[in-house]
């Protein structure tokens, strides 16, 4: 079992459905959580950034993170066709020498107009 | 400064050939990552610096793979004797823990192997 699990889709909505993305993680020893969004042939650029449980909203995206479950969650709202992108769940346990970034394989989501 | 900058952005190479990417982090940086992505994948964690110390390397950094940050600001990572399964986007990130606080990377655009 990989310790960050992400189905990878394509996962194609149409322009202003809600979108939900999820990992889910093996690891107990994780506590920072972020969503990258990584459009073609670019590096990932970080959407949202979440320390240990809760929910954090900025605009159209919420995440939200449960460890008890070990599930962590990204919802996009309204979402529009620039949207369009793979998205990446990664997480760490901290600073330091356990400070590496654990991804996911990433969902590919395609927004349709 | 407005970003994490990698060169070359694309690179072709025969297989066996011997390849050199360079990173240059946000300035005030002091952490810096290689990572490795291939197709369909997340990106995999090779190594990092923190100024210039080597601190950790991954397993999958092969004998072959060699990276240096000689003074702490910008870094190499060197490949020899290419194979094809070293194919794949090689990601540069930095990033500047302080406080106790972690805020993520920031990514370069990478640059994408192809051995052939």
């Known amino acids: 079992q990989k310790e960050v699990e992400q189905d990878p889709g394509p996962l194609s909505v149409p322009e202003g459905a809600i979108v939900s993305l999820n990992c889910t993680y093996s690891?107990?020893?994780?506590?920072?959580f972020m969503w990258y969004r990584q459009y073609s042939r670019k590096g990932p650029e970080l959407l949202m950034y979440?320390?240990?449980?809760g929910n954090k909203e900025d605009g159209r995206f919420t995440a939200q993170v449960d460890k008890s479950s070990k599930y962590i969650s990204l919802f996009i709202r309204d979402s529009q066709p620039s949207d369009s992108a793979t998205y990446l769940c990664?997480?760490?346990?901290?600073?330091?020498?356990?400070?590496?970034?654990?991804f996911g394989k990433g969902t590919k989501l395609s927004v349709k107009p | 400064d407005t970003g994490v900058s990698q060169d070359p952005r694309h690179k072709i190479t025969k297989r066996g050939q011997n390849v050199t990417f360079r990173c240059d982090p946000i300035?005030?940086?002091?952490?810096l990552y290689w990572y490795r992505q291939t197709l369909g994948q997340g990106p995999e964690f090779l190594t990092y610096?923190?100024?210039?110390?080597?601190?950790?390397k991954s397993r999958l950094l092969s004998d072959r793979f060699s990276a240096e940050r000689p003074k702490g600001s910008f870094s190499t990572l060197e490949i020899q004797r290419t194979e094809q399964g070293d194919s794949a986007m090689y990601l540069c990130?930095?990033?500047?823990?302080?406080?106790?606080?972690?805020?993520?990377?920031?990514f370069g655009s990478g640059t994408r192997l192809t051995v052939v």
């Open positions: 610096f923190q100024n210039e110390a080597q601190l950790e």
């Open positions: 300035s005030e940086h002091n952490r």
């Open positions: 690891n107990s020893a994780f506590q920072y």
């Open positions: 979440t320390y240990s449980s």
């Open positions: 990130a930095s990033s500047f823990p302080a406080r106790q606080v972690f805020y993520g990377y920031t």
């Open positions: 990664a997480m760490s346990a901290g600073i330091g020498s356990q400070g590496n970034l654990i």
